[in-house]
Every structure is written in structure tokens, then in C-alpha cells.
């Protein structure tokens, strides 16, 4: 699918370009926004590297990354970052990952960010299966995840190594017809 041009209530979901490259930026170079990712903010230069690549690749034939921006629709501004991966060794499985600026936390955009990206993989790349995996102490997204319909599946130990020390992850999956099943569905397609 491309161009990705997904809305919800509030959000959109749409492809980068290189005039995103401060707006992306301020999430990935934000030491509260990059917190409980699996990697240190970035710099300027890192983060105009991670939207060259993620314009790039859409589009790649066939598109096995869908790097977008997360756009508040009431003022059109680039909120956050999110990425799906399709998952070379399962069929039909992607993962999926979102970073939001700190002043837009606490009222829904983050489930109304993983309603979207779940949208995008079920309802339009024909998935069975999209997953995510959360730092252990990131509670906010924890709650994220199941208000947003996936199932906390697991833990996986020692999972990623940042700020100098391996980190734990915490997964969580929803299958295609939980999803068709929900109010996410419902609610990703307006």
C-alpha cells in the first residue's frame, strides 16, 4: 500500500517526507520520548539518516516497512512515529512501534495510534497476526496495548541492550479476527 494515508477521530497516519525531519526530531531526540525505547535519543544528523531510509523504502516492491508519521489532524502537526515491520520469518506477521511527543501523552492518541497501525496491517496488508514489545517500568504503555485490544503474551529476557545494560521486553499480540472482532476495528475506520 502506497501511498499510507490512514485517519482516525483524532490522528493520521501518513508517509514521511524530508521536510519531517525536526518534527521527528523532537520525539527521537527527546530524552523523555525516548525513555523506554530500545535506543538513546538521536541526534539531528541520526534522525535525518531514519527518514531518508523510511522515505526510501516506501517504495520498495514489495514494501516490508511502513515508517510513518503520526499527524494530529486538528492542526496538521507531526505527533509521532510509528513503524510497522513485516516479519520475514511468519507469514502474514508484522510487528508494530510508535513514539508520541511527551505533551501529547495521557489522552488516547497512543491506542488511537495502535488502532491505526493495526488497521493499516489487518484491514489493508491482509495480516493474521501484528505484535509489540514494551520496556518492563513503561506502565503507560502497558495500559496502551490492552485498551488498544492486544493480549500481553510473554517475556522476553535480556531482550535489547541500551544505556549500557540489557533490558527486558514485554510482548503483546492481537490476531486478525480478535481484531475484526473489536472496537478497534470499528473505531480505526472512522
Same mark, same amino acid.
Given at each position: ?13 501518513? /508517509? ?166 473489536? /472496537? ?7
Amino acid at each position: 500500500m502506497h501511498p499510507v494515508d490512514i485517519a482516525g477521530p483524532r490522528l493520521q497516519l501518513r /508517509e514521511l517526507s524530508s521536510s519531517d525531519v525536526d518534527a521527528v526530531h523532537a520525539i527521537y531526540g527527546d530524552a523523555e520520548a525516548t525513555r523506554h525505547l530500545s535506543f538513546e535519543p538521536r541526534t539531528r544528523e541520526q534522525v535525518g539518516e531514519i527518514v531518508s531510509r523510511s522515505v526510501a523504502s516506501s517504495g520498495d516492491q514489495p514494501r516490508t516497512e511502513y515508517a510513518l508519521g503520526v499527524v494530529r489532524q486538528k492542526d496538521r502537526s507531526l505527533v509521532g512515529y510509528a513503524r510497522l515491520a513485516l516479519d520475514p520469518h511468519a507469514q502474514q506477521a508484522a510487528t508494530i512501534g510508535f513514539a508520541l511527543r511527551p505533551y501529547t501523552w495521557g489522552v488516547g492518541l497512543g491506542t488511537e495510534t495502535v488502532h491505526l497501525m493495526c488497521a493499516l496491517g489487518f484491514n489493508h496488508l491482509g495480516l493474521h497476526r501484528i505484535w509489540a514489545a514494551r520496556a518492563p517500568l513503561n506502565t503507560a504503555s502497558a495500559k496502551t496495548l490492552l485498551r488498544a485490544g492486544m493480549t500481553e503474551e510473554g517475556h522476553i529476557r535480556e531482550h535489547v541492550f541500551v544505556r549500557g545494560a540489557w533490558r527486558d521486553s514485554i510482548t503483546y499480540s492481537v490476531l486478525d479476527y480478535e481484531w475484526r472482532a473489536s /472496537e478497534g476495528s470499528a473505531a480505526a475506520n472512522g
